[in-house]
């Protein structure tokens, strides 16, 4: 309890704890079935382990070791400051308007509205476009798993005679991805949800059999830097692979004491330090056992003529398979919210027109452009920058106006330099990501 108390302590330090509201929105929301500690930290692993550190081997080869490891960590610690900060400042606009809680959008309204006179007239617009963002990252994940698994299906068909292109491949999945697309009841989804868990820890089992089970060599080369022009390829690849933002809003939202999801020994640390800790194994051991020819996905390395491997990536693209309408549906509730409001006839023709819609476009995207790592890298760079980093560092930036800035306005410059980097991120990821788009296409 002390440890709780201490970070209760430390929560309240960092969101403004010292002003003389009594007002707590923690004890007013309203939430049917919190989740325990131990659930929240479970569903945070799981929400942050999927497809993006299957890509992390990729992402290390091209920075060297030593820079991936001081990368990861820093862009890991930075990631979380920055959520920690989104949360606070979500916190301090629920006791203002005094109430249990406000999304991310909304609060990006409020937060504006409030800010530097110069930014209100922005303020409604942030609002359309934080949501936009999140359908657009929602959609970003779902086209990288339609290519992750047609990848991995067609490299197992190919060993057995079966050779098709990756594009045919994606076509054998528009059915089944529309037929769960259209499924109402995420109740209905939970069967798939825990067999996807299940099998997923089953291939990081037999992921690291291969990864290991030769002596590590670790040549000089490796341990360099190739060209500074794969530095935000790294940045967008290891962005995606860390930040679920969505989900960790979701999960402080429905903690039975979301007091123990922020603050320096809080939930949120804590899981991100497995999770880094994870992502660096993956992705050093993976370079360190394939080198420069490592792909785009760890398992597109493991042996095509082998059982073990061949279960392993038809795990992977199971799994990654069974979590495709999970992601689709947080796409989905964005938007069919705003569209209850606009129409209010042929409402069951509106949404399975628009819960096909979603499955579709990810999926034409997909096979317009099948490149896994180049998507991974943009979509990284172009949403979580946003997401994680430029959107947070307003927001706090605008709360806080005009006269809570702290000695020296220290928050106002801490703001200011996150939105800088955020911005650059964003920038440098987008930019590099669509040239390795173009030039492999190019070479089709």
């Known amino acids: 309890m002390f440890v709780y108390e201490f970070m209760a302590g430390i929560v309240d330090h960092i969101k403004g704890g010292e002003e003389a509201e009594s007002y ?63 949360i606070a400042a979500q916190y301090e606009l629920c006791k203002r ?77 528009i059915v089944p991805l529309t037929i769960m697309g259209l499924v109402k009841d995420l109740k209905l989804l939970t069967p798939f949800s825990s067999i996807s868990n299940v099998v997923t820890l089953f291939g990081f089992i037999l992921v690291f059999f291969y990864l290991i089970e030769d002596d590590v060599t670790v040549d000089e080369d490796k341990l360099k830097i190739k060209a500074f022009k794969e530095i935000p390829f790294f940045i967008g690849t290891t962005l995606f692979a860390l930040e679920a933002v969505g989900v960790v809003l979701a999960l402080e939202y429905n903690m039975e004491n979301p007091k123990q999801f922020v603050g320096l020994f809080g939930l949120f640390n804590i899981g991100m330090l497995i999770i880094m800790s994870l992502y660096l194994l993956m992705g050093i051991f993976g370079y360190l056992k394939y080198g420069d020819d490592i792909k785009a996905s760890i398992t597109l390395n493991l042996p095509q003529d082998q059982k073990k491997a061949q279960a392993a990536k038809l795990i992977f693209a199971l799994s990654i398979f069974l979590t495709f309408p999970l992601q689709n549906f947080v796409a989905y509730n964005i938007l069919w919210r705003k569209i209850k409001k606009v129409f209010k006839k042929n409402l069951l023709c509106i949404d399975y027109f628009l819960r096909i819609l979603l499955v579709v476009i990810p999926w034409s995207v997909a096979v317009a452009v099948p490149k896994l790592g180049p998507f991974i890298a943009l979509f990284g760079a172009l949403c979580l920058s946003l997401l994680a980093m430029v959107f947070p560092g307003l927001m706090d930036a605008c709360v806080w106006y005009p006269a809570s800035y702290g000695c020296c306005r220290y928050r106002l410059v801490r703001d200011i330099f996150i939105i800088v980097v955020g911005l650059a991120c964003l920038l440098s990821g987008c930019y590099t990501s669509l040239l390795e788009i173009a030039a492999s296409s190019e070479e089709e």
């Not at 989740?35 to 890509?55: E, Q, R």
């Not at 617009?125 to 290519?147: E, K, P, S």
């Not at 698994?149 to 057995?160: R, S, T």
């Not at 050779?163 to 045919?168: F, Y």
Request: net charge positive; glycine share 8%.
């Open 97 to 173: 308007w005094r109430c249990g809680y406000i999304a991310y959008p909304k609060s990006m309204l409020l937060a504006v509205q409030g800010g530097p006179p110069c930014l209100r007239w922005v303020a409604r617009t942030l609002y359309y476009f934080v949501d936009t963002v999140l359908v657009l990252w929602q959609l970003g994940i779902c086209c990288i798993y339609c290519v992750f698994v047609a990848e991995n299906m067609k490299q197992v068909f190919d060993f057995y005679g079966q050779e098709m292109s990756l594009r045919l491949h994606l076509c054998f999945l």
């Open 24 to 86: 707590d929105p923690h004890e007013h929301r309203k939430v049917e079935k919190p989740t325990s500690y131990s659930d929240t930290m479970i569903h945070l692993l799981k929400g942050s382990v999927g497809a993006g550190v299957l890509a992390m081997s990729d992402a290390v080869s091209r920075v060297g070791i030593i820079t991936s490891i001081c990368g990861i960590l820093l862009i890991g610690f930075f990631a979380t400051y920055c959520v920690q900060l989104l």
